[in-house]
Every structure is written in structure tokens, then in C-alpha cells.
């Protein structure tokens, strides 16, 4: 809902955080603008979460990751490197 709202930034993937039993579960939603423009989530997810000892993947539009709770920061640092050479 958000990513269609008009208070979204639409040349930006967004990005939430829940605190699990096994870490924090990632959901990571763009919209189809980015993705034409080279983004592929489901590479950003499997890439930074494996960077910072956990697991994901997905679609190019929409993908996930469960990452260790002290790794977010560094996690988000990864995904904005992966994000910014991807999208042209």
C-alpha cells in the first residue's frame, strides 16, 4: 500500500524490519519503474544478507532476508552500495 501512496518516494526500493525469534526478517518491495531502470531485489537480499551471516532472496520486485539482530546497519550499508549499482 505504501509503495503506492503518494507520500512514497518512487526511485527508492523500501525496506522493513520485524524482530523474529531467528533474527530480523527483511521485506524489501520496489516498483516495477525501478526494476526496468536495473534493479533486482532478489539479487540485493541474497548478496547483503549472505554478506552479514544470513539467508534471503525473492523476485525482482519484491524479495526477503532473516539476517542477524546486530547486523541491520551494516546490512542496510550493503544494500544501498548493491541498490546504487544497480539501478541506472
Do not use: W
Amino acid at each position: 500500500m505504501l509503495l503506492n501512496s503518494s507520500e512514497c518516494r518512487h526511485n527508492l526500493p523500501i525496506i522493513a524490519f520485524v524482530d523474529a525469534d531467528d533474527g530480523v526478517k527483511v521485506s524489501a518491495r520496489a516498483n516495477r519503474d525501478l526494476v526496468d531502470r536495473g534493479l533486482d531485489l532478489s539479487s540485493v537480499m541474497k548478496t547483503a544478507s549472505g554478506l552479514v551471516g544470513g539467508y534471503g532472496g525473492g523476485h525482482s520486485v519484491a524479495a526477503g532476508a532473516t539476517i542477524p539482530n546486530e547486523k541491520k546497519e551494516e546490512f542496510l550499508d550493503i544494500v544501498e552500495d548493491i541498490v546504487s549499482s544497480q539501478v541506472n
